[in-house]
């Protein structure tokens, strides 16, 4: 089933202590990307990947860090969490991208809400 | 910058009703327009997606047409069911490689 899977589902950290959200997806899709989902502000783009090794920030990137060294894999790493990136997280991967969108089609991961206290 | 807007931000119906969500974006050099559902605690479905060239898709029930001269897109539901209740998101895709996400229509319907 062609899909993209984002781990874990539900995270709750304290302050400080790095984390990584992983996403991995089985589409062969060149454009992965970040979002996080807030009440009142839909969905804003963390970052975003166009292909392996090519990253950029999206609109909201402070305090948050990725890397795409295989294409299937784009992991959402937080060094040092803080109380206001406790949010919906989202991984989207579509076959081409430039910019800050994807030429096709997203396919979304099932999100993960993350919680830092 | 480009604003998306969603109009109404929830919406209450009876079952079978038609009804109609609205999407409106300021800049109308949009490349793609994607119509997503999203149910509670869940990720994003994409139900249609509608390049620039073309004004309206169809899958099953639901129906979306965009008309850019005046920024608009329409989202329409045939014959609703409960199953249809969630949350229905708008996202531009613009040629200068930028997308907006709209809030969402939160659509509940009732038995």
């Known amino acids: 089933e062609a899909q993209v899977t984002q781990n874990p589902r539900y995270l709750i950290t304290v302050t400080g202590k790095k984390l990584t959200v992983t996403c991995s997806q089985n589409?062969?899709?060149?454009?992965m990307s970040w979002y996080r989902q807030d009440p009142g502000l839909g969905l804003r783009q963390i970052y975003y990947s166009m292909n392996v090794e090519v990253t950029d920030k999206g609109d909201v990137p402070e305090g948050y860090k990725v890397s795409r060294k295989e294409k299937r894999n784009f992991p959402l790493i937080l060094e040092s969490p803080s109380p206001n990136q406790t949010s919906l997280y989202f991984c989207a991967s579509s076959l081409s991208g430039t910019g800050s969108g994807p030429s096709y089609g997203y396919t979304f991961g099932s999100g993960t809400r993350l919680t830092v206290v | 910058k480009q604003e998306v807007t969603q109009i109404p931000a929830a919406l209450s119906v009876p079952e079978g009703e038609n009804l109609v969500l609205n999407c409106s974006f300021t800049d109308s050099a949009i490349y793609n327009l994607q119509w997503f559902r999203q149910d509670p605690g869940k990720g994003l479905t994409s139900l249609l997606l509608?390049?620039?060239?073309?004004r309206e898709q169809t899958s099953g029930r639901l129906n979306a047409s965009l008309d850019k001269s005046s920024g608009r897109s329409t989202l329409y539901i045939a014959a609703s069911q409960p199953g249809d209740s969630a949350t229905y998101l708008c996202?531009?895709?613009?040629?200068?490689?930028?997308?907006?996400f709209g809030a969402g229509t939160r659509l509940t319907v009732k038995p």
């Open positions: 589409m062969n899709h060149e454009y």
């Open positions: 996202a531009v895709y613009l040629s200068n490689n930028d997308m907006r």
């Open positions: 509608i390049q620039s060239s073309q």
